[in-house]
């Protein structure tokens, strides 16, 4: 009686099966987590802009002088942007100069935002001062939160003069300008 002897493995049919099943579903997920991964990061920077606001006001309250929060693309000295994306510090403005000196206290630091997400304020508001009752000097500052996912995706929040942050969608022209 003859021994018979069992092929295992994969014919090349079913390993190009096998790849094209695997590329279709790496296709169809890959989008999807790209859009969380920018929505989480987008998330991240609320939660880095709110953090920041905190502090800020808290500072002011504690040590009685005014506290600035700025764009800052070097993590030291403010920019003149309306464009937070790269970064922004908070700072104990102890001279009243709106900029930040080498004995001013540094709060805290916020890195550039990652991934497609770019962070804008109301244009002309370049800064913002937060005074020892916890108000903020001048008037009301929107930004303006968009990620790679789209203009449709689009945050507003709103800064008050009393500090406290509300949140809502971007209005048309803020949204051009804010997102890619």
């Known amino acids: 009686m003859p021994i ?5 493995g994969f ?14 579903l790496a296709a169809i997920a890959l989008p999807g987590l790209a859009g969380a991964l920018e929505g989480a990061r987008a998330s991240d920077a609320k939660s880095g802009l709110i953090s920041s606001t905190s502090r800020a006001i808290s500072r002011a309250a504690a040590t009685e002088r005014h506290t600035v929060l700025c764009p800052s693309s070097n993590g030291a000295d403010c920019d003149d942007t309306a464009d ?5 510090i908070v700072f ?8 930040r000196d080498a004995e001013e ?5 916020q890195p550039q935002l990652g991934g497609k997400v770019r962070l804008h304020s109301t244009a002309g508001r370049t800064r913002i001062v937060f005074q020892p009752s916890a ?17 449709a995706r689009a945050e ?6 009393q ?3 509300r949140y809502g969608t971007p209005t048309a022209s803020a949204t051009s300008a804010a997102c890619p």
Do not use: H, K
């Not at 018979?4 to 295992?8: M, V």
């Not at 014919?11 to 279709?24: D, F, K, P, Q, R």
């Not at 206290?105 to 630091?109: A, D, F």
């Open 11 to 24: 014919t090349l049919i079913e390993l190009v099966i096998a790849m094209l099943v695997v590329s279709l």
């Open 84 to 88: 937070w994306s790269r970064g922004w």
């Open 4 to 8: 018979r002897l069992r092929n295992s």
């Open 92 to 99: 104990v403005d102890r001279d009243g100069s709106r900029e």
């Open 156 to 161: 507003s929040i709103v800064l008050n003069n």
């Open 163 to 165: 500090g406290r942050l």
């Open 105 to 109: 206290t540094l709060v805290y630091r």
């Open 135 to 151: 108000s903020n000097a001048g008037s009301n500052v929107t930004f303006t939160l968009c990620d790679g996912r789209g203009p």
